[in-house]
Nanobody, 118 residues
């Protein structure tokens, strides 16, 4: 059974940190690109960061220098380290895993809530 399960969200004060995890099962995680998205109330889902199968990383401008994406293929887990959090980072964060070949596969997690507030 294919699953992507996010965890690590919660309530944090401005300037604080959280580390989100995205644990995969039921497929060969190391072959999949991992992307984190977020969606705030009333807004469209937006890309936050992605990491390729070879470890190449891309970030949205609004998180550069604050967030770090990583992966542990041995543990079938992707991570998003979030530092210097701001109230505008409040959103549901989603993990996505994509196999980008002739036959593509695309999996999403259920999301984890991150709330930045004093």
């Amino acid at each position: 059974q294919v699953q992507l399960v996010e965890s690590g969200g919660g309530l944090v004060q401005p300037g604080g940190s959280l580390r989100l995890s995205c644990r995969a099962s039921g497929f060969t995680f190391s072959r999949y690109r991992v992307t984190w998205y977020r969606q705030a109330p009333g807004k469209e889902r937006e890309l936050v960061a992605s990491i390729s199968v070879t470890g190449g990383k891309n970030y949205a401008d609004f998180v550069k220098g604050r967030f770090t994406i990583s992966r542990d293929n041995a543990d079938n887990t992707g991570y998003l380290q979030m530092n210097s959090l701001k109230p505008e980072d409040t959103a549901v964060y989603y993990c996505r895993a994509q196999l980008l070949t002739l036959v593509s596969y695309d999996y999403w997690g259920q999301g984890t809530q991150v709330t930045v507030s004093s």
